[in-house]
């Protein structure tokens, strides 16, 4: 990995991150989502990206074995557009990752069910760990693979816990635990 495309996926995780913090995103069939009081700004791991790319390298498509990446939740995705640099796809995976919401939708609650756990078609579980409030380390890999490019970002520490909410429902920055970035509305990380 390289600077610039470690910055585009942070910059593309925060950006997303703050228009949802600021009521600017769709949630599906149920209009826009709620301002979020307690949305985390995330901050570059290089130990997660390392983790990443253990798992990137496969080129297996399928998520890795929870053991061989202890503390992350993980996303991956395959990127067919091998014409794109390496920021480019950073950003097209990301904003995939996000389109869960509009297409799908979450609840009003802003809520991970057993049904979003499970749900094999509308699934938004990628969406979840990327907005989950305090996920507030990112670290992503990608692999030239044979036709294709394999993106996976690791999230810490995790998101999508069943009867929990994906952020606080509130003013922006309302429960920021330090200081509230007033740029993003997003909080520092402790």
């Known amino acids: 990995m390289n600077p610039s495309t470690r910055k585009a996926f942070l910059l593309t995780h925060n950006r997303l991150r703050s228009r949802l913090a600021r009521g600017n995103e769709p949630n ?53 557009k091998t014409y794109l640099n390496l920021p480019q796809t950073a950003r097209h995976a990301s904003e995939r990752w996000w389109r869960q919401l509009s297409q799908y939708g979450a609840n009003r609650q802003m809520r991970f069910t057993q049904a979003m756990r499970t749900e094999k078609t509308r699934i938004i579980r990628n969406w979840g760990k990327m907005a989950w409030h305090n996920n507030a380390r990112l670290g992503c890999a990608i692999a030239r693979c044979s036709g294709f490019s394999y993106v996976v970002c690791h999230y810490a520490p995790g998101g999508n816990y069943i009867g929990e909410n994906f952020y606080t429902i509130g003013a922006p920055c309302g429960m920021c635990p330090n200081r509230c970035d007033q740029t993003t509305m997003l909080c520092e990380s402790p």
Request: charged share 20%; glycine share 6%.
């Open 28 to 80: 599906g069939n149920f209009g826009m989502a709620p301002t979020a009081a307690n949305m985390l700004k995330m901050k570059y791991d290089c130990n997660a990206e390392a983790s990443a790319m253990a798992a990137a390298r496969t080129c297996s498509q399928r998520l890795s074995p929870p053991e061989t990446r202890p503390g992350y939740k993980e996303n991956f995705i395959t990127i067919h």
